[in-house]
């Protein structure tokens, strides 16, 4: 496997927020967003911060719905199965589409084909985080323990085939440290464990992790980026701490069933562009270590259909397969 790999890469249901009037939410029926994870985690993080401004944009009411399970494809599957009329849509991250459905064996739901992109909201890179009762303070020294005879190493994730998953493996390839991988329904619930001393580390999306490290019930480590967190400027990256050749990279985007018509994709398209570039949600993103991502929806779906290609072919190679 090369060492450096973009992987092609989150409370309860939303309510309509207040200060809206009866007329704007009135222009359309209410859009549903399938998170496909409970709620918490980094990709829920990201979709609620988005929801205000895509109340606006829209002129419609915007809900969140959270269906996790299956490492977000049950969620996505969800989403191919409602009626393409662009109100039913997937808030998914990269592996969602990419990875996911190359390891259900028994599902042949082709999400490359079965779901549309929207639009991509952001890129991000991982926080490696470890549970702070370890003595170890630097990556460094986390490898070296982890190298340890009996060292029984941890490494937490949102489902087999999950960006942490992914980043899992990558860096136990690169760092030579044996590790058990223990699968979650969502990356809320895995930090969880590692806070609560169960679990040795997790690279998680920035969202839901930078509170816990500056709060002291996680210890950062490293990022998976080629820069620093700008929220996390103390933290390096892999390459500065001491394992260079890996940048793990994931992104957001929203997607609607296939057959949804070219209009209503276009209308959408614009109205979460629009969202997305508020300066409400860039301070948010910022504030979470993510990245705007603008991209023309053609580019986007095409991106898409090659980052498909290559993690099918990939997973043959590792012999991933759901648990």
Do not use: C
């Not at 994730?157 to 969502?186: Q, T």
């Amino acid at each position: 496997m090369r060492r450096r790999r973009l992987l092609p890469l989150l409370a309860a249901p939303a309510l309509p927020l207040p200060g809206l009037t009866g007329r704007a939410l009135a222009q359309g029926r209410t859009i549903t967003l399938v998170v496909p994870y409970s709620a918490g985690g980094g990709t829920d993080i990201v979709a609620r911060e988005l929801l205000p401004m895509l109340i606006e944009t829209t002129g419609q009411n915007v809900v969140i719905d959270n269906r996790g399970g299956a490492a977000g494809h049950v969620g996505a599957v969800s989403v191919t199965r409602a009626k393409p009329d662009g109100l039913t849509l997937l808030f998914a991250v990269s592996t969602n589409i990419v990875v996911n459905p190359h390891l259900q064996r028994n599902d042949r739901t082709d999400l490359s084909t079965a779901l549309v992109p929207v639009a991509k909201v952001s890129s991000y890179q991982y926080l490696l985080v470890i549970d702070p009762r370890l003595p170890a303070k630097s990556l460094q020294e986390l490898i070296a323990a982890g190298k340890r005879p009996n060292a029984g190493f941890t490494y937490s994730s949102a489902g087999v085939g999950s960006n942490n998953h992914l980043a899992g493996l990558l860096f136990s390839e690169a760092a030579g440290v044996p590790m058990e991988h223990i699968s979650y329904r969502g990356t809320a619930p895995a930090l969880q464990d590692v806070v609560a001393g169960r679990v040795t580390m997790n690279f998680s999306s920035p969202s839901p992790a930078i509170p816990l490290a500056r709060d002291g019930r996680l210890r950062p480590i490293a990022v998976t980026g080629e820069r620093r967190l700008a929220s996390m400027p103390d933290t390096p990256t892999l390459a500065e701490a001491g394992l260079p050749g890996i940048v793990i990279l994931g992104w957001h985007g929203i997607f609607a069933p296939a057959g949804t018509p070219e209009p209503e994709l276009d209308r959408l398209g614009a109205a979460v562009d629009r969202a997305m570039r508020d300066p409400r949600f860039a301070r948010s993103l910022q504030r979470d270590g993510l990245d705007l991502a603008p991209l023309p929806r053609a580019t986007f779906a095409q991106d898409v259909k090659d980052e498909y290609a290559f993690w099918g072919r990939k997973a043959r190679e590792l012999d991933l397969k759901a648990e």
